[in-house]
């Protein structure tokens, strides 16, 4: 059955059209009908609107853009020639220098030089700031068995043990 | 998404009706189920054939032609002669 009443094509064999399953009857009909042919073609016409934007949308997005941008760059400046001499050239430039300071002070530090930072002043210093930031823990701290409330309640604790256990 | 149509030198009527569609259409898409969706987005987006839909979705022909009239009939239904 692939006419209505009004000698169109039912909604199935519309369908089955659209789909790309329509019989040779219903294919014949489009032909020949404008009415049917004009709501295919609005049919199709949404669609391709839709295909259209949601591409456009996917082009678009900011995320795919971002991904994208910075492999392409990383993959530019790896390949290039250019890019390895001049990351040879900065190694040297930098690298040279820096070897040759580390290597003269090396040999021409003295064990004064190297005690010259840790004076007996510096050292007592030092250890009256430790004792004062001792005394200021200790004076607000409760026993650390206090804090557990262990002594208080022997039997919580046996109850507390098959239950974690349990688990 | 409507507001991604890109301007294909029609006049402005016809821009807003597109991007109305596509609207409409992306709202209903929302609506089906995801084998409807999925199937419907296969065929008229990716023009794929029955049969091939058929073979990505591990489907039998019949399943996929009844998801896509389910789809249709919702998709013509709630558009009415919009699309």
Not at chain 1, 47 to 57: C, E, G, H, K, T
Not at chain 1, 102 to 119: C, E, H, I, M, R
Not at chain 1, 133 to 148: C, F, H, L, M, T
Not at chain 2, 31 to 45: D, E, G, H, W
Request: proline share 4%.
């Amino acid at each position: 059955m692939t006419r209505e009443r009004s000698a169109h094509l039912s909604e199935e064999a519309f369908d089955d059209l659209l789909i790309g399953l329509g019989s040779p009857e219903s294919r014949a009909h489009l032909a020949a009908c404008s009415v049917c042919n004009s709501r295919v073609n609005e049919f199709h016409s949404g669609i391709d609107a839709f295909n259209r934007a949601s591409l456009a949308w996917s082009e678009a997005r900011p995320f795919a853009s971002r991904r994208a941008a910075p492999r392409s760059s990383v993959r530019r400046v790896a390949t290039s020639p250019l890019s390895w001499a001049l990351a040879a050239a900065l190694l040297i430039a930098i690298g040279i220098p820096t070897w040759n300071r580390q290597s003269y002070f090396k040999n021409n530090a003295t064990v004064s030089d190297l005690q010259q930072g840790d004076s007996e002043a510096r050292i007592a210093q030092d250890n009256d700031l430790l004792r004062s930031v001792n005394v200021a823990i200790s004076q607000g701290e409760k026993p650390s068995i206090d804090e557990y409330n262990l002594l208080e309640a022997p039997h919580s604790r046996s109850r507390a043990r098959p239950e974690s256990r349990k688990r | 998404m409507a507001s991604f149509l890109p301007a294909s030198g029609s006049n402005p009527e016809a821009q807003l009706e597109a991007k109305e569609k596509v609207k409409q259409l992306a709202r209903v898409l929302e609506t089906l189920s995801y084998n409807q969706r999925t199937v419907f987005l296969m065929k008229f987006t990716e023009e794929m054939e029955v049969a091939e839909i058929s073979d990505a979705m591990g489907m039998q022909v019949n399943t996929v032609r009844t998801h896509l009239h389910r789809a249709l009939t919702a998709v013509r239904g709630r558009l009415g002669r919009t699309i």
